[in-house]
């Protein structure tokens, strides 16, 4: 398991221990990769917090959204692809484009 997916507790002093300075290595360099990639306004977002399980885990709601919004927005785009016919003065071709 990965550092994202199990979470990290952050120490209370810098590790000496070599496998846990490893895993605190890691935390950090998982956070800056993702705090770089992010754009100024999801930078904004995601700046409060300090470990890369928290940052994924708004990033996946800013774009993905709760399931309750994913269940929203598929029946909004349900509908019109379910009502969408032919209309008698279309040809073939305009109708697929």
Same mark, same amino acid.
């Given at each position: 398991?990965?550092?994202?997916?199990?979470?990290?507790?952050?120490?209370?002093?810098?590790?000496?221990?070599? %496998?846990?300075?490893?895993?605190?290595?890691?935390? %950090?360099?998982?956070?800056?990769?993702?705090?770089?990639?992010?754009?100024?306004?999801?930078?904004?977002?995601?700046?409060?917090?300090?470990?890369?399980? %928290?940052?994924?885990?708004?990033?996946?709601?800013?774009?993905?959204?709760?399931?309750?919004?994913?269940?929203?927005?598929?029946?909004?785009?349900?509908?019109?692809?379910?009502?969408?016919?032919?209309?008698?003065?279309?040809?073939?071709?305009?109708?697929?484009?």
């Amino acid at each position: 398991m990965g550092i994202v997916e199990g979470g990290y507790q952050y120490p209370i002093a810098v590790p000496t221990d070599p %496998a846990e300075n490893k895993i605190y290595e890691n935390n %950090a360099k998982a956070i800056n990769s993702l705090l770089g990639s992010l754009s100024e306004s999801e930078f904004i977002e995601v700046m409060q917090f300090n470990t890369d399980e %928290a940052i994924c885990d708004k990033i996946i709601h800013n774009y993905e959204g709760y399931s309750q919004v994913k269940c929203a927005k598929l029946q909004t785009l349900k509908i019109p692809y379910e009502t969408v016919k032919m209309h008698s003065d279309e040809t073939i071709s305009s109708y697929f484009l």
